[in-house]
């Protein structure tokens, strides 16, 4: 992912919801979300899948564990040679180690030799949560109550899309009357195009235009070629809704794709109780 913003304990009936966005290269190939085994005799996961590497970006398993992962910006550094990020969010979901409340767990893992990331593990059942970082140093804490906001820096860094998606969900988990409601303001905010202001633009090391383009929660970088298609943007937008219902938690997971031109290519939407 790219961009997340997590609501943990905000509503009495949805305690636990996440709006995210992967963005990527479009010629980098892709499985849509869909329940799979991974290797080695696994638990399934429901997942998109990177065709590419192996690995996924955000994963659940039937008894409501959770993981995602997204990379930290590093302009000029990157070690081709390293371990895998998206595996390591399979691994987070065998329980391989890995703990959700488990802040020494997570610390663990993040000391593997890695590219730049941030890992969220979730427990959706109990809504417990931790997050680490292997930058600038391994780093790790359990999650509370409250919003939560991740792109490619550390845990609630304040850049603008950040702050922005964090208080527009909130907002919607607040006044949400159903899933749908939810659902429909939490894709709205994800697919804001609207560039932040020059003045608040990080510092990350990119050229100033680079940082625009990658401003908005909804990127879209046009080949140069052809301004028609994109090369590099938003590709899947993706919302985790759990569901206070009596004594039971039902968890609603929305995939929606789009294509180089920007435009809707595809949704899958699956729901279960939590095991």
């Known amino acids: 992912m790219c961009l997340v913003a997590l609501a943990v304990?905000?509503?009495?009936?949805?305690?636990?919801?996440?709006?995210?966005?992967?963005?990527?290269?479009?010629?980098?190939?892709?499985?849509?979300?869909?329940?799979?085994?991974?290797?080695g005799g696994r638990a399934d996961v429901l997942s998109g899948r990177d065709l590419s590497a192996g690995g996924t970006w955000l994963g659940l398993t039937r008894a409501g564990r959770l993981a995602l992962l997204t990379n930290v910006r590093e302009p000029g550094r990157f070690d081709p040679a390293?371990?895998?990020?998206?595996?390591?969010?399979?691994?987070?979901?065998?329980?391989?180690?890995?703990?959700?409340?488990?802040a020494a767990g997570l610390l663990e893992a993040a000391a593997v030799p890695r590219n730049g990331y941030n890992l969220v593990v979730a427990d959706l059942r109990s809504g417990a949560a931790a997050w680490a970082s292997n930058r600038p140093?391994?780093?790790?804490?359990?999650?509370?109550?409250?919003?939560?906001?991740?792109?490619?820096?550390?845990?609630?860094?304040?850049?603008?899309?950040v702050t922005q998606l964090k208080q527009r969900l909130g907002d919607a988990v607040a006044a949400a009357q159903s899933p749908h409601h939810l659902i429909t303001a939490a894709f709205a905010a994800l697919a804001d195009r609207q560039c932040a202001?020059?003045?608040?633009?990080?510092?990350?090391?990119?050229?100033?235009?680079?940082?625009?383009?990658?401003?908005?929660?909804?990127?879209?970088i046009d080949s140069p070629a052809d301004g028609a298609a994109g090369v590099y943007?938003?590709?899947?937008?993706?919302?985790?809704?759990?569901?206070?219902?009596?004594?039971?938690?039902?968890?609603?997971?929305?995939?929606?794709?789009?294509?180089?031109?920007?435009?809707?290519?595809g949704e899958t939407a699956l729901s279960c109780l939590l095991a």
Do not use: M
Request: net charge positive.
């Open 9 to 39: 304990a905000q509503s009495p009936r949805f305690p636990w919801v996440l709006a995210a966005n992967r963005d990527e290269l479009f010629q980098r190939p892709a499985a849509p979300l869909g329940w799979w085994q991974p290797a």
């Open 82 to 102: 390293a371990a895998s990020r998206g595996a390591l969010v399979l691994q987070a979901l065998s329980g391989d180690a890995l703990g959700p409340a488990d």
């Open 137 to 161: 140093a391994p780093q790790s804490r359990a999650l509370g109550t409250g919003l939560f906001g991740l792109s490619n820096a550390s845990l609630d860094t304040p850049w603008p899309k």
């Open 197 to 220: 202001p020059d003045a608040t633009l990080p510092a990350t090391g990119l050229p100033l235009q680079r940082e625009r383009q990658l401003s908005p929660a909804f990127v879209r």
């Open 233 to 265: 943007g938003t590709r899947c937008s993706t919302l985790v809704v759990v569901e206070q219902q009596g004594a039971q938690r039902r968890v609603q997971v929305v995939e929606r794709r789009y294509g180089e031109d920007g435009a809707i290519s």
